[in-house]
């Protein structure tokens, strides 16, 4: 059994920066695959980012390519989402998500949740 806990959300305004973080315990993070959803209001958790067990291999939904990125440090036991500028549009409760297959990251599974962070993006 894994719990994950993330931190980080906040309220910032478009065009910033957040670093949202999940660390883990009961077990390491090294053995699964680890990934970023989001869920805005009135809308259904979408996918957000995915990284392979070593961080090797990654996934990233179109609307946050070449914004938001995926790390991990494995010794630290913690998931990282780096999320630069920001629109409204990402408004939304982030949750970090644990894979027990390490190299799913295109048709990720969430086997652990955490409980959300709430990440709020101003105009």
């Known amino acids: 059994q894994v719990q994950l806990l993330e931190s980080g959300g906040a309220l910032v305004q478009a065009g910033g920066s957040l670093r949202l973080s999940c660390s883990a315990s009961?077990?390491?993070?090294?053995?699964?695959?680890m990934g970023w959803f989001r869920q805005a209001p009135g809308k259904e958790r979408e996918f957000v980012a995915a990284i392979s067990f070593s961080g090797s291999i990654t996934n990233y939904a179109d609307p946050v390519k070449g914004r938001f990125t995926i790390s991990r440090d494995n010794a630290e036991n913690t998931v990282y989402l780096q999320m630069n500028s920001l629109k409204p549009e990402d408004t939304a409760v982030y949750y970090c998500?644990?894979?027990?297959?390490?190299?799913?990251?295109?048709?990720?599974?969430?086997?652990?949740w955490g409980q959300g962070t709430q990440v709020t993006v101003s105009s």
């Open positions: 009961g077990r390491a993070l090294s053995n699964y695959a």
């Open positions: 998500a644990a894979d027990r297959a390490p190299l799913r990251v295109r048709s990720f599974v969430g086997n652990y």
